[in-house]
Every structure is written in C-alpha cells, then in structure tokens.
C-alpha cells in the first residue's frame, strides 16, 4: 500500500498519465481505500508539483502535464466516491473566466487545471467573458466562489463590476477572487473581492481556506 | 548591406520605448487592439515614431507587436484586418518617421511577437502554423522595407525558433531575438522554463544577430541578467526592461520609475556587456532621452 501511494505521488510529479490512468484503475481492481489513495498518493502528487512550480523547479509545462495526470486519476476514482460513506469533503464549486475584453487564457486555464486537480468542482467558462454571464452561472451552479482573472488594466474595473452585480443581487454568500498580472492584494480589498490570487498555487489555497 | 550589424560594432545602439501606453494615453480604448491604428489612426503612429527619433533612439520598431494572422484574429474584436496589408503599412508609417527625421544612420526594426497561443501540453499550436503565420507577417515586413526583424516578449523557446526560421526564409536582414524570463530562485527563466544558457546556444544556432531579453523584469532586475548573457555567449545582446513594476491608480496600471533611475539601470547593463538597449511596457520618449543623454556621455 505504502509503494503504491508513493507511486501514484510519483506518476502526478513526472505528468505521467497513463501511468496515473492505470494505478487508479488499479486501486479499484484491488479494492484500495480510496479516499487514502486519492488523498495520500494523488493529491500529495499534485501539492508536491505545485511546491516545487513554486520553488522555480518545475515550469508550465510540467505544470500542466501534472494536472492533466492529476484529471486523469481523479475522473476514475471519483464516481467510486460518490454517495459512498466517508467520501470527501465537498471542498466547493467555482466558476472561472477572464473577464470581458480580455483574451488571455493561459493562466486561467491553469487556475482552473489546478482547482480541478485539487478537488474542485470547475466552470471555466473561457475568455471574454461578461460580467453578467459570471453572475448568472454562479447563481445557476449553486457557486462558491467565482475565479476571474484580468491580464489588462482596462479590463480589470470588470472585476470590480462582477462584484457589483452579485451585491445587486443579494449574492454577496458567493465568494469572489480575483488575478492576472496587474492585480494585487491591494486592488482585490479596494473592490471588495474576498482574495487575490497570484498563482495557480495561491488560488488553490485561497479557496480551501475559505470554503465551507 | 544596410549597415546595422556594422553600426551596432562601432557604438551601443539605442532602441526606442513602449508603443501601447503611448497609444492609450491618446484614445485607444478597451478590447482595441494596438495594431489596428495603422490603419485607423497612422497620424499617432507617425507621431510617436518621431518622437521616439527626437529622444535619441537608433532604432525604432514598427508597431506590429500582435500583427500575426493568429493573433490578430483573437485581439481584433470587430473583424481582423488583413495581416499583409497592416504589417506594411506599419512599417511604411515608421519609415516615413525615419525619412522625415533630420538625422541618417537611424534604423527599422520589423516588430514580431508572440502568436498569443501555446504549444502542447499548454495549447494546441502547431509548428507549422506558427511558422506560417510569421512567414505571412514577416514577408509583409519585408515589402514594407525594414532593416531588421525584432522577435520580442517569447515566452516559449520554440515560438522563437519558428518565428526565426520564419524570418529567415524571407529575408537575409539580421534577426534579432528577446525572451521574456522571470526572476525565479534557481536564476532566470521563461515561464516554460528556457534559461538563459538555452537561449544563448538555441537562438544563436538559428541565426539570430543579437539575442536578449524584454519585459517583465525592471531595469534593476534586469542588470544582472545582462552579466549572466555576457558569460555565455560571444552574441552582441540588447536588453529592453519594463519603466518599473506597474501599480493600479484609479482602475489604470501607472508606471511610476523615473526615467533617470531607469537610464542608470541601462548604463549598468551596457557595463555588464550589452551592446544595445531600450524600453518595454511604460516606458515613453522621455527615458530614451534621459538614456541617450548617459549614453552621450560614457
């Protein structure tokens, strides 16, 4: 049991998918706990990639390729845990976009990759987003939170706008954080957002700490 | 020859500042694209242009940062222009500057960045439509008469190589080539994760003139990288540092380094062994004039 969690860790670091694939049908074959799989193997995988991102060691693309092994493991054990007993905490439903006017995709993408592989349940609903479709998919999909991401300071007032509208619609209990390059702490308690998020990293512990 | 890699032997050459801040200074407005007021707005072009030559700058380049078919298609909100016809008429606007300029021995640089989209395991571009798209923009460079080709802000080492290849295969003017890296613990990298070494012995290899680096560093952060590049390769380096890290006013990014800080940062970077220098996001007129006047005096 204790080589088997070391290697689903293992497979998540290296971005190995189809080894990922195949140590989560495993621990069904097998009967394996998984919740102390997912936890203890997969996810201590993917903590380790994000420490490590962090750390300067590993980049984007391995990144990526962490998170996508990480979908992989999760896509098969999940359903294992649904309505089961002792199944996960449910850790919460975010709904990510860049804001309108904006394009950039990548770091969202990467926000949303990680709040994925961590646990969460996503919509990502792209780039160019309006300000009214955050709101009305949050209120829709019953969110925790909405994620918006902003790369240019002539889109980021949307931010500030999204945040508008949930009080206009006495939707303050959804929980809103911001990112992109040009914002900052500073700029997410200016426009009342309950967290900046720097990083894939940071979002993820953002929103852990603040759901439930 | 037209004489860049010659002049670039005999002196540090000066390249010109930012072109999207000077341009929403005067009305571009949210979801523009900056590549469109070729043709919407040539006159501000012109104007710029010129003013970057008033400062001092030896080279000024077009403002063609995101005019690539790819790019252009997802930054243009009401229809992309065509790419041919936009990259010439930029560059023919930033000739006419030089032409009209009172001194000689100043040069075009043909503008050249990212696609805006990522290679697998980040995205879905292919090698080939990379290449394809900067054929298309360079060759268009090309017929609009640009001295050199500047491949800036890559993030991905192999967007740089295409885009070099690119080059090379419509033209035989010098290419020159920034990445764009962070400042990470372990020395600088791109956001891929392609260190200074990689760029040093990639970039060469393909033919580029001058390699460097731009954007996301600060002038301060960007001296020590210049001493790193120097140690790895013989390849004349330029190095284009954003005006300071940008901090939000009022809903809008300020940058708020004062030019002189930022030319002693690029003197520093000349002793560390750059051969050419100039600004990126947030820099104006103004720090290539206080950059010229240091450079004068050295």
């Given at each position: 049991m204790k080589e088997?969690?070391?290697?689903?860790?293992?497979?998540?670091?290296?971005?190995?998918?189809?080894?990922?694939?195949?140590?989560?049908?495993?621990?069904?074959?097998?009967?394996?706990?998984?919740?102390?799989?997912?936890?203890?193997?997969?996810?201590?995988?993917?903590?380790?990639?994000?420490?490590?991102?962090?750390?300067?060691?590993?980049?984007?693309?391995?990144?990526?390729?962490?998170?996508?092994?990480?979908?992989?493991?999760?896509?098969?054990?999940r359903p294992a845990l649904e309505g089961g007993e002792g199944g996960p905490d449910r850790l919460g439903h975010v709904v990510i976009g860049t804001i309108e006017g904006d394009i950039h995709d990548i770091g969202k993408t990467l926000v949303a990759t990680m709040l994925a592989a961590n646990g969460f349940e996503v919509t990502d609903l792209g780039a160019d987003v309006p300000v009214a479709k955050f709101v009305e998919t949050a209120e829709e999909k019953g969110a925790d939170w909405i994620a918006i991401s902003a790369l240019l300071t002539t889109t980021m007032p949307g931010q500030k706008k999204v945040i508008e509208q949930l009080e206009a619609k006495s939707l303050g209990n959804i929980r809103v954080m911001v990112g992109g390059a040009p914002c900052s702490a500073e700029w997410a308690s200016e426009i009342g957002a309950d967290g900046y998020a720097g990083d894939a990293v940071a979002a993820v512990a953002l929103a852990k700490g603040k759901t439930g | 020859?037209?004489?860049?890699?010659?002049?670039?032997?005999?002196?540090?050459?000066?390249?010109?500042?930012?072109?999207?801040?000077?341009?929403?200074?005067?009305?571009?407005?949210?979801?523009?694209?900056?590549?469109?007021?070729?043709?919407?707005?040539?006159?501000?072009?012109?104007?710029?242009?010129?003013?970057?030559?008033?400062?001092?700058?030896?080279?000024?380049?077009?403002?063609?940062?995101?005019?690539?078919?790819?790019?252009?298609?997802?930054?243009?909100?009401?229809?992309?222009?065509?790419?041919?016809?936009?990259?010439?008429?930029?560059?023919?606007?930033?000739?006419?500057?030089?032409?009209?300029?009172?001194?000689?021995?100043?040069?075009?640089?043909?503008?050249?960045?990212?696609?805006?989209?990522?290679?697998?395991?980040?995205?879905?571009?292919s090698v080939d439509a990379a290449r394809n798209a900067f054929r298309e923009q360079a060759a268009a460079l090309e017929r609009g008469g640009v001295d050199l080709y500047l491949i800036e802000t890559m993030y991905d080492i192999r967007e740089a190589v295409e885009a070099i290849r690119a080059v090379k295969e419509v033209s035989d003017k010098p290419v020159v080539c920034e990445l764009t890296m962070e400042r990470?613990?372990?020395?600088?990298?791109?956001?891929?994760?392609?260190?200074?070494?990689?760029?040093?012995?990639?970039?060469?290899?393909?033919?580029?003139?001058?390699?460097?680096?731009?954007?996301?560093?600060?002038?301060g952060e960007m001296i020590d990288l210049a001493g790193e590049m120097r140690s790895l390769t013989e390849a004349p380096l330029l190095f284009q540092p954003n005006a300071g890290k940008p901090e939000m006013a009022g809903g809008k990014a300020v940058y708020r380094q004062d030019p002189e800080a930022f030319a002693v940062d690029l003197i520093k970077m000349v002793e560390a062994g750059a051969s050419a220098v100039g600004g990126c996001c947030g820099t104006t007129p103004d720090f290539i004039r206080a950059v010229r006047a240091r450079l004068d005096r050295m």
């Open positions: 088997h969690l070391k290697e689903c860790m293992q497979a998540i670091i290296d971005g190995d998918t189809e080894r990922s694939e195949k140590l989560a049908k495993l621990t069904l074959e097998k009967g394996m706990p998984v919740l102390e799989v997912i936890n203890k193997g997969f996810v201590a995988g993917i903590r380790e990639v994000g420490r490590l991102w962090e750390e300067g060691e590993l980049f984007l693309p391995e990144l990526v390729i962490g998170a996508d092994a990480m979908k992989m493991a999760m896509g098969i054990l | 020859m037209n004489g860049f890699l010659e002049a670039l032997r005999e002196r540090v050459m000066l390249f010109d500042g930012g072109m999207g801040s000077m341009l929403i200074a005067v009305g571009l407005v949210d979801g523009e694209a900056p590549d469109e007021w070729s043709i919407k707005r040539p006159e501000v072009l012109l104007d710029v242009h010129t003013k970057y030559l008033e400062a001092g700058a030896d080279v000024i380049q077009t403002n063609t940062f995101g005019a690539t078919s790819i790019k252009l298609a997802a930054s243009c909100r009401d229809g992309a222009p065509e790419t041919a016809a936009l990259n010439i008429r930029a560059a023919k606007i930033a000739r006419q500057a030089l032409d009209e300029f009172i001194l000689g021995g100043r040069f075009l640089a043909g503008d050249i960045g990212p696609t805006g989209e990522f290679f697998p395991p980040m995205g879905t571009l990470k613990k372990k020395g600088y990298f791109t956001i891929m994760g392609d260190s200074p070494e990689k760029a040093a012995e990639i970039l060469v290899a393909e033919g580029a003139a001058v390699i460097g680096a731009n954007c996301s560093l600060t002038s």
